[in-house]
Every structure is written in C-alpha cells, then in structure tokens.
C-alpha cells in the first residue's frame, strides 16, 4: 500500500523550472527524508504535492486516490518563516486550526476540542504556554507549537518542512520521538531535511532531489557518496564530512 | 433628534464599520488595498446611476460592491501574471478611478455628483439628506446605509470568524485544511468596498481610509487577541469620531477631517505609550533594567 504518490510533477516559477519531472511513491508507514542544496526545490516539491502551487503538469495520490479528496488525512507543518508570528494569537488558538475539519464551518470549538488541543500542547512539552502569545516564544517553542498542530489534525500522511531548523538538541529529539511515535502508529511522515549527518538514522527512505529526482529509495542504497555528490554538485565544502557517515552505513 | 445627534451618529456609524473591517485588512499587511477600493468605489457609484439613473442607496452599494471586489480581482491577476503588488495595486487603482471621475463629468449636470464632494465627503450635510416615504421621513439616508453595513459586515465577521482568523494567520495551512481562503479574501474585498460606499457621504473617500486603517493599526499596539483586537478598533473608531466631532465644533474646522487627525492622534498616543509595545515605556524599561543590571 503506498500512502503517497507522485507522478511526473513539474512546476514552474515565472518560466523558470524549479521541478522537472519529479515522481516517486512512498509506502505506508515509512520516514522519508527530502534532501537537496538550498534552492533544490524541496519546499516547492512539498507545496506542490499539497496542491498550494499550481503545478505545469503530474498528478498526486494518497492512498491510491486523488489527493484532492483526501485532504483530511493530510497533515503539514510549514516552514517556519512562513507565517506571521506578529498575528494576534496565542499558542492554543495556533493548535485549534489543527482541528478545523472537526469542528466544521460555522462552529466555535467546544470543550472536547479544546481538551484535545491542550493535550497536543502537553505532548510537545508546552502545556505552560497555551496562553502565551505566539511572538514571544522563541523559534523551538514556536516549532513544537506547529508540531502540536500537526499532531492535532490527526492526520495519515505529514509532510513537514525543516521541522530541524534553528532549534537546540532537546527539540530535536523530541521532533525524533514525535515522528518515531507516528509511524509506530502506522502514519507515513515525509520530511525536508538540511543535516547530512542525521539521515541515517532518522529515514527509511530518502529523495535526493535537485530539481530533478537525483535518487529515490532505501536510505542505505541511496544514501551514498556518489548520489551526494551529484546532488550537491560536488562543491560543498561540508561533504567532505558526510562520507565517513555514509561509508559507516553501506 | 437634532442636527447635531445625527451628525455624531453617523460619525459614530462609520468609526465603528470602517474601524472593525478595516482592522482585518491591517493584519492581512493589505492596508494598501483599502485606500485602492476607497477610490474605484466612486466607479460602482457612477456605474449604479447609469443603471438606474438615481443616487439610490441599495444599488449604489450593489455597485460598490461588485467593483470593489473587480479591483480585487484586478489586483491579483496582474499580480501573479507578474508585476509587484503594490505596483498592481497602483495600475487598478488609478484607472478605475479615473473611469470613474471621466464618467461623473458626463452626468455632472443631471444629479450633485462632484468629485469633490467625493473626495471629502461633508458629514455636516448628512442630516438633510433624508430617507422619506410617503413624506414621512426617517432619518437620514447616510444613517441607514452604515447601519445595515454594520449589521451586515457584523453578521458575515461572526459567521466566519475561525476562517478569517485562519486564514489570515496561516493561508497555505488553511487552503490545505479546506479553509474557503479565496472566498474569505473577496468577502473581506466586499465588506470594504460596502463600508466605504456608506461613508462616502459622511467622510469621502480619502479620509476613509483613514478610518479604516489607523483604528485597527492602533488596537494592534494595545492587544494580543484577536477578537480584543476587533471590538478594539472598533471603539478606537467610535471614540476618534467623537473627539473629532468636538475639535471641529470647538474650532469651527472640518468635522471629518478632524475625526481622521483624531485616530492619528489616537495612534500617536498608543505608539508611544502602549504598556506593550509603546515606544516610550519599552525606552524607560530598558533604561530600568539597566540600572538594575548595573547596581547588580
Ligand atoms: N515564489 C517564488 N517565485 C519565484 N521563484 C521561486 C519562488 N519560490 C521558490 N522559487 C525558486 O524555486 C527554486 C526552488 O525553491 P524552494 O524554495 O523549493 O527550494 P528549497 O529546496 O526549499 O530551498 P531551501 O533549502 O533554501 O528551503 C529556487 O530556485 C527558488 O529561487
Ligand atoms: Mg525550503
């Protein structure tokens, strides 16, 4: 069973292509990991698939439908510079619209949603912020709230972007434990991720994408120098690193 | 009722409406869009009397409506085929209302259209201009278009209260979660072209936009929530026309201009004294904790 696939997507930005041609399928259950330099077009792959882009051409299935009637298995924790955290809101309200398809059109949300929410909150260790203005929580707290979101929405199939990015170690690992917890759970969790060094452990699978799909498949057959280096192109200064970790592996 | 109870009425009327609509577009960063639709309105207003050929409430509101959420639409195509927004904005803006000010010259000697009084409003007027029927008159017609606006803008704020709210804070994540965002924005478009058309009597359409902004910019220096922020505006809108009214009344000057130089007045104030984000007290804090640190 393929919670995910993607066939053939491309999209472009002003005549620019930023995707060429991208298809891959991603089985239930699974961690994968979407790696590429900066500019690879991750995010665009992301928002593309959730349908926020307007796409050149391909089409997308989850669970072997249309992805258009499947929205509400669909969870997303964006980059975090993607919204306004000036927004007049506090850390609970952010958790609610995770529960937006329960509450429905029309409703306020009612104790049981709320109880659910403040338990999402507790679980990323922020039951003390509910009633915290978002702008005054610092990037890590602002990262778990979205991962609350996420996990409010109840969702199948996650998709998150850069959940790891400028937070401390301890945030991190509690993201880990959050997406492990997940796929125990049999959800399928797709994951932009930046630090080559963590690939190993944190996915089954891994998309190495510039542009184009580079590698798709089991992290231990994709993960290699090779397939880096032709993501990369070769120039990156880091990579000299990452060999001694990827040679541990295969 | 007297003259001067009308007056303040209806200054009251339009700080309300534009102060809690307008608050919405403030923390949409699309304050730019208000003072777009506060200018092609005088189009839908033109275009409503070529139509029905009278300066009737109802489809003068049916006009606005329908060419303020065209300026919207406008706005946006240009938008994604290319050009910045707020170059789009300028694009739309001026041609429409320059349609509209070429239109008003052909009809300016049938019906008192000037622009301007389109421009400036005269609120002192608008206690003249009655709503009568079969003689008996009602009030004055200004009254009674911001009164249904109000009810209107009201009605649709609370019906979609968690959509706006989602979708302002978070637009992609409200799109994915089924969030009708693109119903949401032209709605929003409406409700201001609706409040702008209904105080264009009273206050014209250059210090609308006034109202519209600087209220809800200035709740947004006092307050964290949402809602606080909403029926914040709103009484900073209320609140602005009144001492507007009474500046222009002590100095005999122009009643809306003085309502518009209250909320900047009223902004001022918050910039630089809001216990959150005041200029001042942030200074004095600062200077506090450094004592505090130094004395350490
Ligand atoms: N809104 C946009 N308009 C035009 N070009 C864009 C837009 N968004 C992204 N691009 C371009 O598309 C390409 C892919 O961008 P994308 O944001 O998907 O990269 P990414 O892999 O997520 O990068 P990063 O690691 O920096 O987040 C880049 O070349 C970028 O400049
Ligand atoms: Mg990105």
Redesign the interface.
């Known amino acids: 069973m393929y919670a995910l696939s993607v066939k053939d997507i491309s999209v472009t930005y ?1 005549k620019q292509l930023a995707l060429e041609d991208v298809s891959f399928a991603v089985p239930e259950g699974s961690i994968t990991g979407i790696i590429g330099p900066n500019g690879a077009g991750k995010s665009t792959l992301i ?1 593309s698939i ?1 349908q ?1 882009l307007p796409t050149l051409s391909g089409n997308v299935e989850v669970f072997h439908k249309p992805i258009k009637s499947q ?2 298995i ?1 969870g ?1 924790v ?1 980059q975090r510079s ?3 955290w000036d ?4 850390a609970l ?2 958790v609610l ?2 529960r ?2 329960h ?1 429905g ?4 949300a009612n104790k049981k949603e709320v109880t659910w929410a403040k338990t999402c909150l507790e679980k990323v260790g922020m039951q003390d912020y509910a009633t915290r ?1 978002i702008s005054q929580l610092s990037g890590g707290q602002q990262q778990r709230v979205f991962l609350a ?1 996420a996990m409010a ?1 109840d969702a199948k199939v996650y998709f998150m972007d850069e959940p790891f990015a400028g937070v401390d170690a301890s945030t991190e690992k509690a993201i880990i434990q959050l997406m492990k917890e997940w796929k125990a759970e049999g959800k399928t969790v797709l994951v932009v991720h930046h630090d080559l060094q963590t690939v190993n452990d944190y996915f089954d699978h891994v998309l190495l994408l510039n542009k184009s799909p580079i590698a798709y498949g089991e992290t231990q057959t994709v993960f290699t120098l090779d397939n880096l280096e032709q993501a990369y192109g070769g120039k990156i200064a880091f990579l000299q690193k990452a060999p001694a970790t990827v040679k541990e592996s295969t | 009722m007297t003259y001067t109870m009308w007056i303040i009425l209806t200054g009251c009327l339009v700080g309300l409406t534009c102060g809690v609509t307008g608050s919405i577009l403030v923390l949409r960063k699309m304050s730019m869009i208000a003072d777009a639709i506060s200018h092609t309105v005088l189009l839908g207003i033109v275009g409503a009397f070529f139509v029905t050929q009278s300066l009737n409430g109802v489809p003068m509101l049916i006009g606005a409506g329908v060419v303020g959420i065209l300026t919207a639409l406008f706005v946006e195509m240009l938008h994604s085929s290319g050009v910045q927004s707020d170059a789009a904005i300028g694009i739309v803006f001026t041609s429409l209302f320059a349609l509209g000010v070429v239109l008003i010259s052909f009809i300016g000697d049938q019906v008192h259209l000037d622009v301007q009084h389109a421009l400036m409003g005269e609120i002192a007027f608008v206690p003249w201009d009655t709503l009568s029927i079969n003689g008996v008159s009602y009030g004055p017609i200004a009254v009674w278009m911001l009164g249904a606006v109000l009810i209107i803008n009201l009605l649709l704020i609370t019906l979609f209260y968690k959509e706006i709210k989602m979708s302002t804070f978070d637009a992609q994540f409200a799109t994915l979660i089924g969030v009708p965002v693109v119903f949401i924005h032209y709605l929003l478009m409406t409700m201001v072209s609706l409040s702008t058309v209904a105080s264009f009597d009273s206050v014209g359409a250059i210090l609308v936009v006034a109202m519209l902004i600087v209220p809800g910019a200035t709740a947004y220096l006092l307050t964290d929530r949402f809602l606080i922020l909403l029926i914040l505006s709103g009484v900073i809108g209320v609140v602005s026309a009144l001492m507007g009214y009474w500046f222009a009344v002590s100095f005999n000057v122009s009643i809306a201009g003085s309502m518009a130089v209250a909320t900047g007045v009223l902004f001022l104030v918050a910039f630089l004294f809001s216990p959150k984000h005041g200029v001042i007290l942030r200074k004095w804090r600062n200077k506090i904790e450094e004592n505090v640190q130094q004395s350490a």
């Open positions: 002003d928002k959730l926020l929205k509400k669909i997303y964006p993607e919204v306004d927004f007049p809101t506090n309200d952010v619209m995770g937006y398809n509450i059109l029309f409703k306020r203005q979101r929405q």
